[in-house]
């Protein structure tokens, strides 16, 4: 296994350069930029104002309308080129992407073009809460949908598994969004009760408060975006769960550790357990990243919540390209390092699997 997770480790950087650099081409092909950005809001200025452009700056308005940007018709030469400096875009598609790669090597992300911040400081500022939402969410995920596929697997085909598979495709027939607004209306003060505080991770008096007090304040602001969010995401790892521990259930050597003697629970979790486990242990940093970042866009909109999801929501609207840059490579880089713990986590749950062959 060492020799395997050593592979992995130096294959990080690889996969990184590759993501990156397919990303950076698409970005150079795709329309649209900071640069077209900027002058879409300059196009929209008053009117009066562009008449009053000298007669120098009209004969750059004439050379700019055969720039490349669709946007710089009418627009000053100068403008446009000073646009292209402020965003990096007066250099050489090339030269930029080394300058990237080289950046990223010591974690350099730059700065936001909108935000006057640096990218790092915009992701500690909105990784907590994205943390706090896919972490707990995933947490509680897990601890509901294990137990109940395992039961419904035991339970084939009774009362209990038909009555809780309803109960599930109507959890996964309804949105997560909606059912967020669901919860703000009867619990946050909407309609029916105001036991729920309807935005923030926390109270604005928060710093004033105990230890006790924080994490009461805490929990009681992640309550209703978490529970939106398990609602919604809990139904297909039931369905997995329990499938794959049908699937086992039948097999051959299962009738045979019954027929040894074995109780139902020794079979169970002696046996089945470990095989029918590697298959929702394959799906944990999938459910873990989405959670993270993209699952939690429309619960933090609805929850005014500053995430992740937001953030690189908000750089791909605006065409941000450092931001979305780093968040692509922070999101990356914790998925191959999830990746590499979950094959880990796989040799611990069956010791028979060995990746040094892989």
Known sequence: MRNYIIKRLLLIPVTLFGILFLNFAIIQLAPGGPVEYMLAKYQGMNTDSKSSLSST???????AQQSQYQGAQGVPEDLVKALEKQFGFDKPAPERFVKMI?????????TSFYHN????ELIKERMPVSISLGLWSTLLIYLIAIPLGIKKA????????VWTSCAIIIGAAIPVFLFAVFLIVVFAGGIYFQWFPLRGLTSDNWENLSLLGKIGDYFWHITLPVLAMVIGGFASLTMLTKNSFLDEINKPYVLTAKAKGLTESQVLYGHVFRNAMLIVIAGFPA?????LFTGSLLIEVIFSLNGMGLLGYEAIMTRDYPVIF???YIFALLGLILKLISDITYSLVDPRINFDKV
């Open 57 to 63: 700056t009209q004969v750059n308005m004439n050379t």
């Open 102 to 110: 080289k950046d990223y090597a010591t974690f350099d992300f730059g």
């Open 117 to 120: 911040k640096t990218v790092w």
């Open 154 to 161: 035991v339970k084939d085909g009774s009362p209990f598994d």
């Open 287 to 291: 459910l873990l990243i989405k959670m």
């Open 326 to 328: 780093g968040t692509l």
